[in-house]
């Protein structure tokens, strides 16, 4: 059983531009999250989602971003017209119902 | 106002030793703890989970306690290794849906 996937593993985008990373989740997981790092802190909560809802997205800025989990294919986060404080690792984790979340190794994301 | 605090922000300690790190909440109504370890540029892999009812859980090396009435929690590392730098870090779950709220982690070095 494969674990969480995400890529890019690394990511370069130009300020205006657009950035989308994927999360494929675990097998057998309906549900997954959304999490971002910036340099020297901790994780911070963006969004949850299960297959085509969005549950909880209070950690999400209202603005350029955007996440969707569809029926088939991985989870999407789309990040529109990028600054530089978009910079930062964005980590994926998923979950059974009620369970344990498994994370993902990162895309790490630079604005240049 | 739920909220995860750790302590020390970081910690040097020679390999062979023991060390204790600290997470203190006001997450409620509380559902469970868990403590990761996050190694550089990787994602968040769990050690334990505690829930109301546990004081203690082990995990190899690794044993976390738990006190729901002081609302702390330790980790504390037997015999540290080389391979035990990394981020540690707390999360603390709320029941009633989902809210999952993340201290900002303990960076440890182990140094030879």
């Known amino acids: 059983n494969a674990g969480v996937m995400q890529n890019p593993r690394h990511l370069v985008r130009r300020r205006g531009q657009e950035a989308r990373l994927r999360c494929s989740p675990m097998k057998g997981h309906s549900h997954v999250y959304w999490y971002r790092q910036l340099p020297e802190e901790g994780l911070k909560f963006m969004v949850y989602?299960?297959?085509?809802?969005?549950?909880?997205e209070s950690g999400m800025p209202k603005e350029r971003f955007s996440a969707e989990f569809p029926k088939e294919g991985p989870s999407i986060l789309r990040i529109q017209q990028v600054v530089r404080g978009d910079s930062a690792a964005y980590f994926c984790a998923s979950s059974p119902p009620e369970g344990k979340q498994y994370f993902g190794p990162g895309t790490r994301l630079t604005v240049t | 106002k739920n909220q995860v605090e750790q302590s020390p922000q970081s910690l040097i300690i020679l390999e062979g030793k023991n060390c204790t790190l600290q997470c203190n909440y006001t997450v409620s109504p509380f559902s469970n703890l868990r403590w990761y370890k996050q190694d550089t540029g990787r994602g968040p892999v769990s050690l334990t989970i505690m829930t109301f009812s546990e004081n203690t859980k082990s995990n190899g090396r690794y044993t976390a306690t738990l006190d729901a009435d002081t609302k702390q929690s330790s980790l504390h590392i037997t015999a540290s290794q080389l391979s035990d730098s990394a981020s540690y870090i707390c999360v603390v779950s709320k029941t009633g849906g989902f809210k999952t709220i993340f201290g900002a982690g303990t960076r440890l070095f182990v140094k030879a």
């Open positions: 989602l299960q297959k085509e809802n969005i549950i909880d």
